[in-house]
């Protein structure tokens, strides 16, 4: 069957996308994407687009559920992000509107000391980005446009209060350039989605911590987390 076909979703009452996890092939992310974010963790503002991935093991998603993380690896950080979903494989030239056909809220969950040493020693850091239920999924909507996301906020609230807060126009790399560039490096194909990086005011989580999700001051998914 054609891919496009087999990724088709269908188009909930009240304007929602109907996702299962499992359909979803590649996840990859962004790194580094906000300028002030990059600042905020000591990094050099990139001049290319940074990639890395997470394993579909550790998709989850925020429809009210308990979230177990690891309680014994240090720091963990919240990177609240924009996350898109392809319905086709990419193709140089054609408008974004018909390659990536929904979009989410999604939190990168980090192991933050973990990542500071294994990039210290100049390892992998994909166990401290890749653990179970590290990579969070609220509802997904209908991709309209660009312009339909530029103007509309997305944003974190931690025990009902608001810690990260974030807009597409602010990215360093936008969508067309992420699509075009994680394409020729990695591919691209319907199924991948991409969490397309952090702005600025990431921060820890603890025991207990009920975080929930905001696109356009809607609260569209929310997850409350035991370390264990
Ligand atoms: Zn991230």
Redesign the pocket.
Known sequence: MDASKRFKHTLKREGTVKLNLASIRNVY?V?RNYALHAAELGNQKPSNPMFFSKPTHSLVKADGRTLSLPGDRGLIHY?T?FVIHLARPYVEGLPIEQIVDSFAIGI?FTLRDEQEQLKSKGYPWLVAKGFRNAAVLSTFFPFDSIDACRDKEFSLHKNGVQVQVGCIRDMIFDLRTLLRSCSQQLGLDAGDII?T??PSGVGEIADGDQLHLFWDQKNIGDVRITLS
Do not use: K
Request: charged letters at 40%; one cysteine or more.
């Open positions: 992310c790194g990177e992000e990168d969490y990086g952090t």
